[in-house]
């Protein structure tokens, strides 16, 4: 993110950052982004540098920038204090201010650089550092009680309610939910903009396979048929985008992202074989063949791109671990249908062993023949051991099954204790949680990996910590199973394989 004409002086995050802060009583400004985020990139050119901001925050502050996909336990954490602060879902950018003890107290999404005149709410960048800075040098008490408050909140723990007995019942809450969401002219489960929401449509798949449910399947058919019509999908270079800007699937969001169409790469495989529909397996192959030809080096998967410049796209190059195990796993189940994709799936899997897993240690992202630096995360070790077992079940390679036991077991000791699960082990340590947002829960995702591994090993401790998480989150998924229609996938799934053991 860091921008050529960027004169700011970005400190890293660190313990000898906020000790400076302390020592000269200054305020924190902390900014997250990512790469090809549009509005960030706005707020970088027209508000980060401009002369009179720089000054001021140079001066004034101690600042530091966190690209989100680098340091997605950060983003988290401060996802988080904006909601408290706002009591509402925020965004990118996230614009933090922190006391000098790192205690944060007031969050926006972008701000812009002067103020509109109206309201508090309207204030401009310069006029709220101007605010800030001169509240932290009298040592306001009134900011440091609301940024003491705020800290109370994050470092509550809050248990989940009682358990609830897990039963395939829960699929009758899941089946009115949907519904209740559901577009009835278009397919997909909002207005706009409109998002995929791939995890839903795998579990209506599940349903209709499990309990051959015509409903389920005429609202998925309906939904993937519309998806690929144009406009949101590509026709002329294959790939999904982002997302719909309106209801209709047919205005997109200029931007490919590799985890959207590794997950509806995997999708529509599934679906072309569970309908025998040709149409879907071509739409899956178009979104395999868009990233191995326009988005990969040396058998390695760039994140995303943007193309909303048509003359110069610009092409995020992090290798992140997450994103390329999803679409490793797309290749390998169209591998089933074209063997073709199986052998690219094998190459790519060994190359990203090879960059990201180094001296028997996970890292979570690198760049092309770069030393990766931020260690792995549990979504990271939850999809590569997915990855690794849908390897193993295509090639029968058993040093896939043994890099899938090592993943979870390293995973089990970093991350679980008691069915609960971090998604990083430094401060702040964040509580995954089992919501599939931009994407699938990674709660979710280690489930499935504990249930396959322990099927697969025939051993009962795998199946046993697969057990305690549901159970831990029984209370929400049997409530709101909405909100983790993939947990609810690996419910189904534990019901199926728990009489065996």
Known sequence: MNNKNDTINWHPWCDETFQKAKNENKAIFIFVGYKLCHLCNIMQEE????????????????????DKDERPDLDKYYQKVYKLVNNHIGGWPTSVFCTPQ?????????ISLESDGKNIEGMGFIEITELISSKISLNNADIYKNANEINGFLQKNERPKEATLLKNDFIKNFMLQVKNNYDKKNGGFSA??????????????????????EEAKKMLLHTLTNMKKGGFYDLKNGGFYRYSI???????????TLYNNAL??????????AFNDKSFLQTAKECADFWLNSMSEDKLFYSANDEKDKTNILIDKKIQTTYSSMMIKA??????????YKQKAIKSLDALLKAVYIDDT????????KKPQTKAFLDD?????????????????????????????????RFYKNGEWNFNSNEPIIKADILDTTHVSAVSIMVDALLSLGTLLNDKKYIHFAFKTLEYNSYELGRKPILSPYMLNQMFKYLNIKNSF
Do not use: M
Request: with cysteine.
């Open 47 to 66: 508000v980060l540098n401009n002369n009179k901001c720089i000054d001021a925050l140079n001066k004034k502050f101690i600042c530091i920038k966190i």
């Open 102 to 110: 790192n205690k944060p107290f007031f969050a926006r999404t972008y």
């Open 192 to 213: 706009k903009p409109k998002f995929p929401h791939t995890s839903t449509l795998n579990t209506l798949l599940n349903i209709h396979e499990l309990f051959n449910d």
């Open 246 to 256: 309106d209801e209709s699937w047919k205005i997109p969001q200029p931007e490919k």
């Open 264 to 273: 509806l790469c995997e999708l529509y495989a599934k679906a072309s074989v």
């Open 331 to 340: 290749l390998f189940i169209l591998g089933k249908y074209d063997e073709a």
């Open 362 to 369: 996970l890292y979570h992202f690198t760049y092309l023949n």
């Open 381 to 413: 070790y939850a999809f590569l051991a997915t990855t690794l077992i849908e390897a193993y079940n295509s090639t029968k390679n058993e040093f896939y099954l043994i890099d899938a036991q090592k993943s979870i077991n390293k995973a089990l000791e």
